[in-house]
């Protein structure tokens, strides 16, 4: 049996703290040093000289590094690696495999935890709590409790009569599976290709552009784990260049995917019209986005709701997937949560994730600080909305908006239905006595389904809203935030256009990187063809 997995201690950084003067000395380190970033492709360091810098979304004369961006050629070459290594990988035993992940667990939670904080605050403009909670306690339980998830997947077997031997061998994939990360979870990038690596598969990863100075020292703490070569290869670059080599190969055997919903589409489109090509049917396993939903009922705390839509729209940037992007509140309530939500904000403070006082941190990139800030303006041209807080953007040193609190009166205007992936909530006042009405509209008003939560002290409401709601969220929560999912505790996944929910963090997940084969033994084989019912009746 492993090792029993524990969550990670979140550690505080409070001031005088160890682990605070341990960031800061690191985050000095890593800054004086710009790593030249190679592709890892069966264990060499690949440079295709085409690089490009990694800069700091908060500051833009801030140059982290260089990373070398591969093509077709190289996605290829990783194919080739990634299936060369994949006999010996299948062929590790199960205990073998697992060591090398809880040791990079085990590295992770000691002094590997500065670099991939340092990294994630740097690069992806994360405070170091969000980043603590990130690229150390959830990276390092994805890691352990994905060990014990993967024995209760092989300990899943079949029933046995006397005389026979029913038994299920959980072989890996028959081919490679292609990992496709995003920027804003460290965890996640992390997740995603070791999580079908554990269950005997090689990969192809690809990560986000904005977040390959991360990925790059995740890579070198396996290395130092003593990943096998081959068995992850990390291929940064071109994601339709790439992409198209790998949805061409006739090995790809399953995706890994966190992302958009349009790049998932188009990878189920392009698998369908490939499909006669590939030797086994891909798994195709994506998390791609959400419009969160906090809901309040008459009855909830006002308190506890507002606290609830300040964390749950505005840490990191709301840059989560499951962040809070939209608020139906009771008119009843609306006055005292709104003061003391726009109280709260006055209090918050944005710049830089390097000073510890700062919240409130820079959006990833020029593409996502121009869509955010579209959003914003033209919210503030539609006569049905008013923005009540927030709204001013900063492009001059980094990238920096507000967090924005929209009100509006059309529950269908464009802010309160799509996904905008930054601090903006919009939020919708609704008449007390059209509750059941609000939730039938909360249920309609989107086409994702990731994450949602209501507020109510009415158990009656909780379980009419519970079932309303049944489908409108992968991950309910009652009063709380939608978002914070714990590993072990909160499996994380959502459906609709929200991805296939298969939840991670979860033995779910696990289960799609294996192939069972059921395997029949008899002690004693039959010697006789004849069955009783032909013997002939006695006179």
Known sequence: MVPKPINEPILNYAPGSAERKAIIARLAQMKASQPDIPLYIGGKEVRTKKTVECRAPHDHSLVLGRYHAGGAAEARLAIRAALAARKDWAAMPF??????????????????????????MLCQSKNVFQAEIDSACELIDFLRFNVRFAEEVYANQPSSPRGAWNRMDHRPLEGFVFAVTPFNFTSIAGNLPTAPALMGNTVVWKPASSAVYTAHFFMQLLKAAGLPDGVINLVPGSGPEI?????????LAGVHFTGSTKVFQWMWRTVGANIGRYKTYPRLVGETGGKDFVLAHASADPTSLAVALLRGAFEYQGQKCSAASRAYIPKSLYPQVKAELLAMLKTLRIGSPEDFSNFINAVIDRTAFDNIKGYIDRARKNRSCKIVAGGRCDDSKGFFIEPTVIETTDPSCESMVEEIFGPVLTIHVYPDARWKDTLRLCDKSSAYALTGAIFSTDRGAILEASHILRNAAGNFYVNDKPTGAVVGQQPFGGARASGTNDKAGSSLNLVRWVSPRVIKETFDPAQDYRYPFLGEEKK
């Open 243 to 251: 992409g198209q080599a790998v949805f061409d190969s006739p090995d």
């Open 95 to 120: 205990d073998g495999r697992a060591a090398i992940f809880l040791k990079a667990a085990d590295l992770l939670a000691n002094d590997w935890r500065w670099t991939l904080n340092a990294a994630t």
